[in-house]
């Protein structure tokens, strides 16, 4: 017989592991693919999880005996697979930049969501196993399953500060595996000695064996890194790790690297050596080399970011990415009096400050500096301050921002709200200025514009246009807000600088049109004509003509990146192949790719097997029950999705974000399904429906969260990071609590009236949660995250009504 | 006849028969490729024809003829070759590709090529580019800075017949001095910034041509000019007729 204590311990390492597996490949693909895979990892560990659910209804009979074996045996395949699927995944051909061109990259696409979808589908058997088989101590088991998997989320994000991703990949595999010997005593004798033998192999290869090379990442070749490696002479320095990303340090002696984006036409200077280094394979940002003389970075002066020094003397600044250190050099050959610089990652500041220190000049021990690790936005709330000058630097990659794979980055630096922060700390005639890659036809330089406009006019300025300027290179814009109208001196400046160095004026205050598109000559003056349409009162015209999404940026809607537009896609697809490829958002069409992927394989792996069962309920009884789980699989997705993306702002990274708040949903759902039986008890048969007052419960919740989180979140973003945490935690408990409740009450209830029906219970909320997960997204991009915790309001709303009478 | 006989006989005539169908298929082959290059030449023209005045003006009649005689399928890898003459940028190893047909078209049209023209590239990648500019200029001359591609892209022009290209592995950002200056530059890596020295080594009068954008899709084209008087002015080339507002076609 199955002891318990085993079954549960053992539960609580799987659950552990398969969480930490979804978080550790969503970094290990942002690593050798890009960012928006996250979504699909998600999706992909719920269709697990779904899948799962339907083998176990459909064998039940043949599994059930079998409990220990088959647990074990799933233990088994789980840690095996999470390694062998990291290695076959990051083997599938598939090129991301490659789908406009040819369909077969949709193939891969597909192989290796199937291939992650294995190792999920093995946790999630062990789990749907031990829930089926021990009925009586269903709530226990699921909370040490829900227990489990909250710890895993925040040990993953420990175990990759302390470990490699590979290693930390290495210790998820060993926790599954002593799952599968937890459970090894209860398999028979015979049988037990093979599963002993297979156990001790795997822990023998897992930790000595892995055949060479297996492990290693395989970048995809048109990332960043890899190009830059391809380069004669050029070698890996070093290279780090930790939950924000890898960074990779390269040089490059024959041929140096020569990062100086916007450089003007018409300079004599060049850019010193260089070292550059890599987050997570992309997004190159270089160390240059500084040996106290001011005169090798003469160069810096010919870049269009240099404009705001032109305007200001001595100014103190603030720089919000300082990446590897280039904008603080920039500051110090401008002879800013003090600067502070923000740096998300503390290894880029490490690299800079300390490592490389040597060959970056000492810049950070300069007097001046002051180099702060942080996220952007908290950094600058919780400064009393006031600065002459707030710099955004120019941190992603031109190629990322070139195929349009950002679609999907949240950024909270680009947001009206962001905006309006920083110009709540400038002096008077202090300037915020943003640099962003120029691309043709306008997006990034337009749609800032159309942000900047809108918190000047936030702010209570009257006449924004008399305070903003913009200038351009070839591939670089520069935006400066004044805090103030710019004076005549100040616009002759900007003029003169832009004339000398062959840059062109793109907006400043009565700015006549002949002077736009005079030396890099587009097609029309497109920036110019925007600008002046944004400030006029046809804007909103203007905005909705336009086929690009410019619609500022908010908290709410925080995808800057985001530019796609339905409508313009018949013209820009028709044009994909004529050289209009760079017109098409390629990041938001593979977002509808997973969506549609997460469809097909739901249907095909979770509701088509369940239909091959016999009918067992009458259709009406059968509609109005699968509704109400199909719904609340959307609607707990829904509100977790939305708090996540909440989050990252108050947390400060993505990552940080998925952890606190999947562990906190997940534990605190686990106690609140818990203690569900005894609110049955309690109320059902009364006046209202434990449902109905859960569900009051959770709308109450969330619609104070929804009105007071911005203000909360404001008040206390420049709290330290545990406070932060146990503050995320505290607020997220007792919404997570009551929405852990309905689901276990409807299948107590369904166990009670249709017990044959909790296949499909599971199936459908399964299926729901799956594709939810891209939906969310889609929805958030589309109409902000109020938008979706309110649907998701609604579909609780709906769920109680449907849960009213009996099912 | 023993069976070892037999079994060398049956042998030969398998080889035999192996060399014939090989040889056979390599005509197939060629007189398809043949065939398939013309009509992406037609696509080529076509889409031209369709971006119309974003060009300037249309992609000269030699330069469609270069692109009609440069074997593209001899520039790609095995595993490629099929569709060597889709209108497509493809993956020819090393992350690096072979640029679509129509932005080599559009490309080298800017230039403005010459016969008399003394022509720098910076990053040969497979050579295609300079194979292309061959026939239409006096010398190309093509630096890369990936070593095995800088190697084979000397091995197959040589092989080919491409006389007029010489290339070097080195680096691209001080040109190439002692055959400078010259009378255009085509720039295919990208960069963060237009090299100094390489506006210094174009003559007056010369253009440069640099594409914007990844690797599988070009924005748009950097057109520089250098003016008699040593002037830079410069124009971005959009590959397609697109206006972004709408209801203004």
Request: charged share 15%; proline share 5%; hydrophobic share 50%.
């Amino acid at each position: 017989m199955t002891q318990l204590r085993f079954v549960l311990l053992a539960t609580f390492l799987i659950s552990s592991a398969a969480i930490g597996y979804e978080i550790l490949l969503m970094r290990l693909l942002s690593i050798v693919q890009w960012h928006h895979f996250a979504y699909m990892i998600i999706s992909l560990a719920l269709l697990g999880y779904g899948a799962s659910g339907t083998v176990i209804a459909l064998g039940r009979r043949v599994l059930e005996p079998r409990f220990a074996l088959v647990f074990a045996t799933s233990g088994l395949l789980f840690s095996v697979t999470m390694v062998a699927c990291f290695a076959i995944g990051q083997r599938v051909p598939f090129n991301a930049l490659e789908i406009v061109w040819n369909p077969r990259q949709l193939i891969y696409l597909t192989g290796i969501y199937l291939v992650f979808f294995v190792p999920f589908f093995f946790a999630a058997s062990c789990v749907g196993l031990a829930l089926t088989c021990l009925k009586a101590h269903i709530s226990r088991i699921y909370f040490f399953d829900l227990l489990g998997a909250g710890i895993g989320a925040a040990m993953i994000v420990v175990a990759l500060f302390l470990l490699s991703p590979q290693n930390a990949l290495r210790l998820l595999a060993v926790l599954a595996l002593s799952a599968s010997v937890l459970m090894s005593p209860a398999v028979p004798l015979l049988i037990r000695k093979r599963l002993m033998l297979a156990q001790g192999v795997c822990v023998a290869v897992l930790l000595f064996g892995l055949p060479q090379g297996w492990l290693d990442f395989r970048i995809s070749p048109f990332k960043g890194l890899s190009q830059a490696l391809q380069v004669i002479d050029t070698k890996v320095l070093a290279q780090y790790s930790n939950p924000l990303g890898l960074v990779t340090v390269v040089e490059s002696p024959t041929i140096p690297f020569r990062d100086a984006p916007g450089l003007s036409l018409n300079t004599q200077s060049e850019p010193p050596e260089q070292l550059a280094i890599f987050t997570d394979a992309d997004a190159m940002s270089v160390i240059t080399r500084y040996d106290g003389n001011l005169e090798s970075l003469a160069y810096m002066d010919d870049v269009t970011a240099a404009l705001p020094y032109q305007l200001l003397d001595g100014p103190r600044v603030l720089i919000l990415g300082a990446g590897g250190g280039t904008d603080v050099l920039s500051a110090l050959y401008h002879g800013a009096r003090e600067i502070d610089a923000v740096e998300l990652n503390p290894l880029m500041r490490k690299l800079v400050g300390e490592t490389y220190a040597d060959f970056a000049g000492h810049l950070y021990e300069d007097d001046r500096v002051n180099v702060h690790a942080g996220e952007a936005r908290g950094f600058v709330a919780r400064q009393s301050g006031h600065y002459d000058l707030i710099q955004i630097a120019l941190l992603d990659s031109f190629s990322a921002s070139g195929s349009g794979v950002q679609t999907l980055n949240e950024s909270y630096l680009y947001t009206i709200e962001g905006v309006e922060e920083y110009l709540r700390h400038l002096e008077p005639g202090g300037m915020l200025a943003i640099t962003r890659w120029l691309r043709i036809p306008p997006r990034d330089s337009l749609k800032l514009f159309a942000t900047a406009v809108e918190a000047l006019r936030r702010t209570g300025v009257d006449a924004p246009g008399r305070q903003l300027a913009l200038i351009r290179s070839w591939n670089t814009s520069t935006l400066l807000v004044r805090n103030g109208e710019f004076t005549a001196q100040e616009i002759g400046s900007i003029r003169e600088f832009s004339r000398s160095r062959s840059f062109d004026t793109a907006f400043y205050p009565s700015m006549p049109a002949g002077e736009a598109n005079r030396y890099n000559i587009l097609a029309e003056p497109y920036i110019f004509e925007g600008a002046t349409a944004l400030l006029s009162d046809r804007a909103g015209v203007f905005i909705e003509r336009y086929k690009f999404d410019i619609t500022p940026a908010t908290d709410n809607r925080p995808y800057f990146f985001h530019y796609f537009k339905w409508s313009s896609l018949p013209e820009t697809f028709a044009l994909r192949k004529r050289g209009g490829a760079g017109l098409i958002e390629w990041g938001y069409l593979i977002l509808i790719a997973t969506l549609a992927q997460a469809l097909v394989a739901g249907v095909v792996l979770i509701l088509v097997p369940l239909l091959l069962r016999k009918r067992d309920a009458q259709g009406g009884r059968r509609a109005r029950m699968g509704s109400y789980f199909f719904v609340l699989g959307f609607a707990f997705m829904f509100v977790e999705m939305a708090f996540i993306q909440k989050f990252i702002l108050f947390l400060s990274h993505p990552l940080y974000s998925v952890a606190v708040v999947l562990s906190g949903f997940l534990v605190f759902a686990g106690m609140g399904s818990g203690y569900s039986t005894r609110l049955v008890q309690r109320f059902d048969g009364g006046k209202y429906s434990s449902v109905t007052i859960v569900v009051a419960a959770i709308s109450g919740i969330t619609l104070i969260y929804v009105l007071l989180l911005p203000e909360l979140f404001a008040r206390f973003v420049g709290l330290p990071d545990a406070l932060k945490v146990s503050l995320a935690l505290f607020l997220i408990a007792p919404l997570a609590f009551c929405m852990g409740m309905p689901f276990p009450i409807g299948l107590n209830r369904l166990a009670e009236e249709a017990a044959d029906f909790i296949p499909w219970a599971w199936g459908l909320n399964g299926f729901a949660s799956v594709v939810s997960v891209s939906l969310a997204t889609l929805l958030a991009i589309e109409f902000g995250f109020t938008a979706v915790v309110l649907l998701a309001l609604g579909l609780y709303i709906s769920a109680a009504a449907l849960i009213k009478s009996k099912l | 006849m023993n069976s070892c006989q037999k079994i060398c006989q049956v042998g030969a005539g398998a080889l035999l028969a192996l060399l014939l169908g090989l040889s056979w298929t390599s005509r197939a082959d060629e007189s398809s490729f043949a065939a398939e290059r013309s009509d992406m030449v037609a696509e080529v023209e076509l889409y031209a024809l369709l971006a119309g005045d974003t060009m300037g003006e249309a992609v000269a009649e030699s330069v469609l003829a270069s692109l009609g005689i440069v074997e593209r399928h001899e520039f790609v890898p095995d595993t490629q070759k099929r569709f060597a003459y889709e209108n497509r940028p493809l993956p020819i190893g090393h992350g690096q590709t072979i640029s679509q047909p129509y932005i080599v078209a559009l490309m080298t049209n800017l230039l403005e090529p010459d016969k008399d023209d003394i022509v720098l590239e910076i990053g040969t990648g497979s050579g295609y580019q300079a194979a292309i500019l061959s026939g239409l200029v006096k010398q190309v001359y093509s630096i890369e800075i990936v070593p095995p591609l800088a190697h084979e892209a000397e091995a197959r022009l040589e092989r080919l017949g491409y006389d007029n290209v010489t290339t070097r592995l080195g680096d691209g950002y001080y040109g190439w001095e002692e055959h400078a200056p010259f009378d255009s530059i085509v720039v295919t890596a990208a960069a963060s910034h237009v090299p100094p020295p390489l506006v210094k080594q174009l003559r007056p009068g010369g253009r440069m041509v640099i594409p914007v954008g990844g690797r599988f899709m070009t924005q748009q084209l950097l057109l520089i000019e250098k003016t008699e008087q040593g002037e830079v002015k410069s124009w971005q080339i959009a590959a397609v007729r697109f206006v972004p507002l709408t209801g203004e076609h």
